[in-house]
């Protein structure tokens, strides 16, 4: 091997030195988020004795955490006074839960990894897989509220009117099935969109479906709402003007049989809505910060859920346009198209 370069070395771990506060910063972030801080800190600006008092919290405690989350720039500092601020930007990120941009729970979803890594480095070994169920309680709760904002951002607005006459459908009156509805965030905002359609949440994980009921009763009950267990391949009932599957599909043993069992679920007339990671088609089209987000979170969390199930395709986060329209091909499906797409997303639309 050849000699490092220092400049490239000195640059190279200049950028390690970033990564390592990054890391170690997300378990602040939550923190923060558990205990209102950051919600707080948007009252106004305050400095740690101030901050504290409005949190009923530590001085000490919270003097560390500014300081830490300052350095971070996820808030701003004026060091000779003591004062902290949020700037609207950094409150649309950490303390505004109606924003599309609020991404902190997104790092309870990067806790589970940590917590987890033992289960996820023996797989590595064994080729065997780690089911959803089998994750830290923390990734449940994150992936709940970290894509919960982008569905009411886009679900009702952007991505069912992406859906050729399918708003008609569902202001008329439709049946709608949300195939690993997880807590149940999407299937709650479609139905409080549309309450003359009835929709229905299905997740293999029971525990899942217990939070989904519990947030259906905090969004009012609504009558035409019920949340079941049943796994993709099994879940029950046909004649469904609407499938959908939010964020998972990548993430099941056998996508190409869920698809074909979902495929027989619908009317001829009807309509799979399949939401996936976005990704390229090829490797070099990922090589960036959103590819280094999913590809990792597909290394913990989905290649691994798929492996532990029976085929274990594994198509991971990053599967691409292409790849998952093969198997909605296989699945039966021949009318495939991208219906829309926002940095994250990639919004399928496949009919019989």
């Known amino acids: 091997m050849a000699a490092p370069d220092p400049g490239k070395l000195e640059q190279f771990m200049g950028k390690m030195l970033g990564d390592m506060g990054a890391a170690m910063s997300g378990a602040l972030v939550i923190t923060g988020v558990k205990l209102g801080l950051y919600k707080a800190l948007a009252k106004g600006p305050a400095t740690s004795a101030e901050l504290a008092e409005r949190t009923g919290l530590a001085e000490r405690y ?14 701003d500092c004026e060091p000779d006074s003591g004062i902290f601020s949020l700037s609207p930007e950094q409150h649309m990120v950490f303390a505004n839960e109606d924003a599309p941009t609020y991404v902190a729970p997104a790092f309870e979803v990067i806790a589970s990894a940590y917590i987890d890594e033992p289960k996820i480095t023996e797989a590595f ?7 959803w169920h089998e994750h830290h309680e923390c990734l449940f709760r994150g992936t709940e509220n970290f894509f919960r904002p982008g569905y ?42 549309f309450p003359h359609s009835r929709f229905i949440g ?34 029950p009932g046909s004649d469904y003007d609407l499938v959908c599957c939010f964020d998972c599909l990548h993430d099941m043993g056998d996508p190409v049989g869920a698809a074909r069992h979902i495929r027989a679920m619908l009317k001829e007339d009807g309509w799979f809505m399949l939401v996936e990671p976005f990704a390229g088609d090829s490797l070099a089209d990922n090589l960036n910060p959103v590819g280094r987000m999913f590809y990792s979170a597909s290394t913990f969390i989905c290649t691994p859920a798929s492996l532990s199930q029976e085929v274990g395709l594994a198509l991971g986060a990053q599967a691409g346009e292409a790849r998952l329209a093969k198997v909605l091909r296989e699945a039966g499906f021949t009318r495939i198209r991208r219906a829309a797409e926002t940095p994250f997303n990639l919004v399928i639309e496949a009919r019989p």
């Open 125 to 131: 070994r064994t080729g065997g897989g780690v089911g």
């Open 62 to 75: 919270v003097r560390e955490w500014l300081a830490a989350q300052a350095a971070s720039g996820f808030i």
């Open 152 to 193: 009411r951002a886009n679900l009702v607005s952007a991505w069912l009117p992406a859906l050729d006459g399918a708003v008609a459908r569902l202001e008329e009156g439709a049946k709608v099935a949300d195939i690993g509805c997880g807590h149940g965030a999407s299937t709650i905002i479609m139905a409080d969109a």
């Open 202 to 235: 299905f997740d293999y994980h029971d525990a899942s479906i217990r939070r989904a009921r519990a947030a259906a009763a905090e969004a009012g009950s609504p009558a035409n709402l019920d949340f079941e267990v049943a796994s993709a391949k099994d879940a």
